[in-house]
């Protein structure tokens, strides 16, 4: 803090002639300028909060996406899973997908894609409202890039055999479960693509914490 001394010359009158000059010095203090507070300007995490919303957002978005995809691809396929026909007990047709390897596989790629991407759904959610309370951050990163790529392999490998199926089988008996077959083989290859830009973003947040 510094301080100005000036001089003031004061001027006093008495009854006499003669008036009496005094100077006086006088101080003009500047205004003190607060020292900001180690606390008045602390990094608070709504910055880090936002570009947390502004990754997680997206893949919440992309993993309820790739939830419906999955649960249409099992429920398509899960409509035929008991008709019983008298007429049709002996024979070589079936209506049921668990009578087709095939369709069985993609049945349950369809199952395990539908409840990984629920529980990455809720994970999620809580990662927005609670701030990564169930999982820690680095370890979700790690697990959700892998298990993203494992999934996406096991839908497109399942795409790809529904296929073949659906390409050899002509036959009247089965013309429901081959239309629902095909509606759950879209399905499943939807999910993919989705899940494929699931695991890009996986990837990039993986290669962020590397990298910042």
Known sequence: ?????????????????EGSVTASPISHQTPAVPTPS???YSVTPSGFSSRRESVH???LVLRFITLVLCFVSALSLAVNVNRPSLRHHRTQSSSSFASYP???YCFGVAVTGFVYTSLQTFKGVC?????????????SDY??????????????????VAIAWIQHINEDGIITLRNNSIVSVSMSFSAF???????????YKLCKRFMW
Do not use: R
Not at 144 to 151: G, K, N, P, R
Not at 193 to 203: A, E, I, M, Q, R
């Open 1 to 17: 803090m510094k301080e100005h001394k000036d001089h003031v010359v004061v001027i006093t009158y008495g009854p006499s002639s």
């Open 38 to 40: 180690l606390f008045a």
């Open 57 to 59: 957002v997206p893949g």
């Open 102 to 104: 095939e369709l069985l």
């Open 127 to 139: 990662d927005i409202t609670h701030k990564g309370v169930l999982i820690s951050e680095p370890l």
């Open 143 to 160: 697990i959700s890039f892998i298990l993203d790529q494992v999934i996406c392999y096991l839908l497109v490998s399942s795409s790809s």
């Open 193 to 203: 693509l989705v899940l494929t830009l699931s695991t890009l973003l996986s990837g």
